[in-house]
């Protein structure tokens, strides 16, 4: 089973524009409202794989319908632990130029009793040759040591831990825990301070990771493992399109991956292959979490891999 976890859940709404003119009005088209953050985008990539998964995610009770009802209809399996704090609003917009811009309310800090449930269903629900995914923020005041717990109990059932996300915690992790970590550039050089990607990854891994992939919008991915291997993977034809859910459809395939099989039987450069299909594929969607297979087929052999 993959269990993906989403630490700060949103009500993903996606808005199209012509073009976005910063200080003006616009007229939108509502292209769709969902149970969103990067866990349960993630979550929806993996129905549209048909890969068996559990999306977990703490919800404001007032949205608790909406978000049952929602993965309901996306073949996401939720399991929702009802919160007092309501749940935040993200706003994309998306304009024919291929540009997205998103505004991310930062959400609201949990209590203790939210996070004790979440590290229940975790310790309850983990079997090794599982994979635990944690994608996305943390709500503001999230104490130090909640997702390392969260983290350690799902090790400690033997789960494989693939992490996607920004700042200290991710490092908090890394020093108790090996892990898979997937950042995008930006991400990887605010984590290392490096610029360079092959250089921020194997900085990476010497924090602890067991394996640090890199992600590089149209310019494809990098890979480096604990064990010295470091893979390349691009597109021959980079396309255009939002990419606000690529990084998401990347977490779901290299999560997939790694679904059952020990990390050292990997077949590395077939699942960066179809990681790299995914994640362009989710590109050519106007929401996160929501990829045709029929465009993932398309793209299978037009990825580059390149093993030093």
């Known amino acids: 089973m993959i269990f993906t976890l989403t630490p700060n859940p949103a009500i993903d709404i996606t808005y199209a ?6 200080g003006e009005s616009h007229r939108v088209s509502i292209t769709g409202t969902h149970a969103g953050g990067k866990g349960l985008n993630v979550a929806g990539v993996l129905a549209c794989m048909s890969v068996e998964h559990i999306a ?25 632990v009802e919160s007092s704090v309501i749940t935040r609003r993200s ?5 024919s130029d291929g ?8 959400g609201s800090p949990q209590p203790p009793e939210v996070w004790d449930e979440l590290t229940g269903i975790v310790r309850s629900s983990c079997r090794p040759g599982d994979v635990f995914t944690v994608s996305g923020s943390l709500p503001p005041s999230t104490p130090d040591d909640a997702i390392v717990n969260l983290c350690t109990v799902a090790a400690e059932a033997g789960a494989e831990l693939v992490v996607d996300g920004r700042g200290r915690w991710v490092t908090q992790v890394l020093e108790t825990i090996p892990a898979l970590v997937k950042p995008n550039e930006s991400e990887a050089a605010s984590m290392t301070g490096i610029v360079d990607p092959l250089q ?18 149209a310019a494809g991915l990098i890979l480096v493992t604990a064990t010295g291997r470091v893979i390349e993977a691009r597109p021959r034809t980079p396309g255009g399109g939002n990419a606000t859910g690529a990084g998401d459809a990347l977490t779901a395939a290299i999560s ?9 039987e990997v077949d590395w450069p077939e699942v960066l292959r179809v990681g790299v299909a995914w994640s362009a594929a989710a590109v050519r969607q106007t929401v996160a979490g929501v990829v045709d297979r029929a465009d993932v087929e398309s793209l299978l052999d037009d990825v580059d891999i390149i093993e030093h």
């Open 256 to 264: 997939a991956g790694l679904h059952g099989t020990p990390r050292d």
């Open 91 to 95: 706003v994309a917009i998306f304009s």
């Open 56 to 80: 977990i995610a703490a919800v404001g009770e007032r949205h608790l319908g909406f978000f049952a009802e929602d993965a309901a209809q996306r073949g996401i399996r939720l399991r929702a």
């Open 200 to 217: 921020a990854a194997h900085a990476l891994v010497d924090a602890g990771a067991w394996g640090a992939l890199v992600s590089r919008g």
């Open 99 to 106: 540009l997205a811009t998103v505004l991310n309310e930062q």
């Open 17 to 22: 524009v012509p073009r976005l003119h910063v």
